[in-house]
């Protein structure tokens, strides 16, 4: 069973950044593609940065140029960097790996963002 461990939210003033990890069970290269979304009070899930195996990389319009996913195949990690962050990125943040058709989810991670 894989498993997807999230730390490094919190809680940052606007304009601060946080990192956020996500530790895989597994090596991240089998995974078709990983991603970040979130989810604010009220509003559905979205995603907010993905990226291939290959490395390719896509962002919701929302964080570009400000949030930047990267991978780190040696530790198994995930990680999001966030700076300029604002009050509208508070959202619980989930990482997500997609292994064909199985998609995996992890526990998720606070980020508030004050103004």
């Given at each position: 069973q894989v498993q997807l461990v999230e730390s490094g939210g919190g809680w940052v003033q606007?304009?601060?950044?946080?990192?956020?990890?996500?530790?895989?069970?597994?090596?991240?290269?089998?995974f078709n593609s990983m991603a970040w979304y979130r989810q604010a009070p009220g509003k559905q899930?979205?995603?907010?940065?993905?990226?291939?195996?290959?490395?390719s990389t896509n962002y919701a319009d929302a964080v570009k140029g400000r949030f930047t996913i990267s991978r780190d195949?040696?530790?198994?990690?995930v990680y999001?960097?966030?700076?300029?962050?604002?009050?509208?990125?508070?959202?619980?943040?989930?990482?997500?790996?997609?292994?064909?058709?199985i998609f995996y989810w992890g526990q998720g991670t606070q980020v508030t963002v004050s103004s």
């Open positions: 606007a304009g601060g950044s946080l990192r956020l990890s996500c530790a895989a069970s597994e090596t991240v290269f089998r899930r979205e995603l907010v940065a993905g990226i291939t195996s290959g490395g195949n040696a530790k198994n990690t999001l960097q966030m700076n300029g962050l604002k009050p509208e990125d508070t959202a619980v943040y989930y990482c997500n790996a997609r292994l064909y058709a």
